[in-house]
């Protein structure tokens, strides 16, 4: 039996419809009811109820399900284990959220590149939401995004820790004692919007302090944020580390608050029932790149 058969029903299932693993595997809906029969005929037993307008999945059908997972995993292992253990090759999808995308991707890829010659790489950039339905979606086999996810279907392991200021243009003239929510929602906030890791940290900010939130604008994209507060549009919560020299030329100005908003942690997140040889292989390359950068 081809594992590829086992692969493609595994796929249905999660995604739901033979339409939509067609999607995910980039292949025909005629190839992959083909290998659904080959299955069946295979076991000698109907995987699906087709009785109705969706598929079911009927009692052998979830009997296999269950057992699909671990067999798919065990073969990548295998096929990794005996293979070439320098070697890895094929597409690897990562996402990332903007942050990791504006500091330290690259020396990721170069070190990813540099081990594995044959590996071909695609990056998607989005917030950590996007990611992780693409993630459930078989459309990415890992992200790198910010806050640990609050999901029992993904991993995730800590790869860095950042701390972000407030900050704004020293031509924006904001007093340098200290200012509280309430001093500084005299200007207008610029933020991440609604479905970013950092929104619902800002927003706690200012309501814990009883002080009204509203964003003046909002962006996906980190650095138009910055280049939106140097322009003195208004403040925004960025991290200190990565814009240290738009800070020491005058640029930024970090402004001191109270109470300090808490940093954040990025993580790399991936789905259970990946295969454990590669995600050992990706994560031992993160673990150099943030050594290497620090």
Same mark, same amino acid.
């Given at each position: 039996? !081809?594992?590829?058969?086992?692969?493609?029903?595994?796929?249905?299932?999660?995604?739901? %419809?033979?339409?939509?693993?067609?999607?995910?595997?980039?292949?025909?809906?005629?190839?992959? %009811?083909? &290998?659904?029969?080959?299955?069946?005929?295979?076991?000698?037993?109907?995987?699906?109820?087709?009785?109705?307008?969706?598929?079911?999945?009927?009692?052998?059908?979830?009997?296999?399900?269950?057992?699909?997972? /671990?067999?798919?995993?065990?073969?990548?292992? $295998?096929?990794? &284990?005996?293979?070439?253990?320098?070697?890895?090759?094929?597409?690897? &999808?990562?996402?990332?959220?903007?942050?990791?995308?504006?500091?330290?991707?690259?020396?990721?890829?170069? !070190?990813?590149?540099?081990?594995?010659?044959?590996?071909?790489?695609?990056?998607?950039?989005?917030?950590?939401?996007?990611?992780?339905?693409?993630?459930?979606?078989?459309?990415?086999?890992?992200?790198?995004?910010?806050?640990?996810?609050?999901? *029992?279907?993904?991993?995730?392991?800590?790869?860095?820790?950042?701390?972000?200021?407030?900050?704004?243009?020293?031509?924006?003239?904001?007093? /340098?004692?200290? $200012?509280?929510?309430?001093?500084?929602?005299?200007?207008?906030?610029?933020?991440? *919007?609604?479905? %970013?890791?950092?929104?619902?940290?800002?927003?706690?900010?200012?309501?814990?302090?009883?002080?009204?939130?509203?964003?003046?604008?909002?962006?996906?994209?980190?650095?138009?944020?910055? &280049?939106?507060?140097?322009?003195?549009?208004?403040?925004?919560?960025?991290?200190?580390?990565?814009?240290?020299?738009?800070?020491?030329?005058?640029?930024?100005?970090?402004?001191?608050?109270?109470?300090?908003?808490?940093?954040?942690?990025?993580?790399?997140?991936?789905?259970?029932?990946?295969?454990?040889?590669?995600?050992?292989?990706?994560?031992?390359?993160?673990?150099?790149?943030?050594?290497?950068?620090?």
């Amino acid at each position: 039996m !081809n594992i590829k058969l086992l692969e493609t029903f595994v796929h249905i299932v999660d995604a739901g %419809s033979f339409a939509a693993a067609s999607g995910i595997l980039h292949i025909t809906q005629s190839t992959i %009811s083909a &290998r659904v029969k080959e299955l069946e005929h295979y076991f000698g037993v109907t995987l699906f109820d087709r009785s109705g307008h969706r598929n079911q999945l009927t009692q052998q059908g979830q009997a296999l399900y269950f057992e699909a997972h /671990d067999l798919i995993e065990r073969a990548r292992d $295998l096929r990794e &284990r005996i293979g070439d253990t320098h070697r890895m090759e094929g597409l690897l &999808r990562l996402g990332v959220v903007g942050y990791i995308a504006s500091t330290w991707l690259p020396i990721l890829i170069a !070190n990813l590149r540099g081990r594995y010659p044959t590996l071909r790489i695609r990056i998607h950039v989005a917030l950590t939401q996007t990611l992780l339905q693409h993630l459930h979606e078989g459309r990415l086999d890992f992200a790198l995004v910010a806050g640990a996810p609050a999901d *029992p279907l993904l991993k995730f392991d800590l790869i860095a820790h950042d701390t972000f200021v407030w900050m704004a243009s020293p031509e924006l003239n904001i007093p /340098d004692h200290c $200012l509280n929510p309430k001093g500084l929602a005299n200007w207008p906030i610029l933020s991440f *919007p609604e479905d %970013s890791h950092h929104y619902p940290v800002v927003k706690k900010w200012f309501t814990d302090a009883g002080v009204p939130f509203q964003i003046a604008v909002s962006s996906n994209n980190m650095d138009v944020l910055a &280049r939106l507060v140097v322009r003195r549009q208004g403040v925004a919560l960025l991290p200190q580390g990565y814009y240290t020299p738009d800070i020491n030329a005058g640029k930024l100005k970090v402004l001191e608050v109270e109470p300090e908003v808490d940093g954040v942690d990025f993580f790399i997140t991936y789905l259970s029932t990946g295969s454990n040889l590669l995600i050992q292989r990706v994560v031992d390359a993160i673990k150099m790149t943030i050594s290497e950068k620090q």
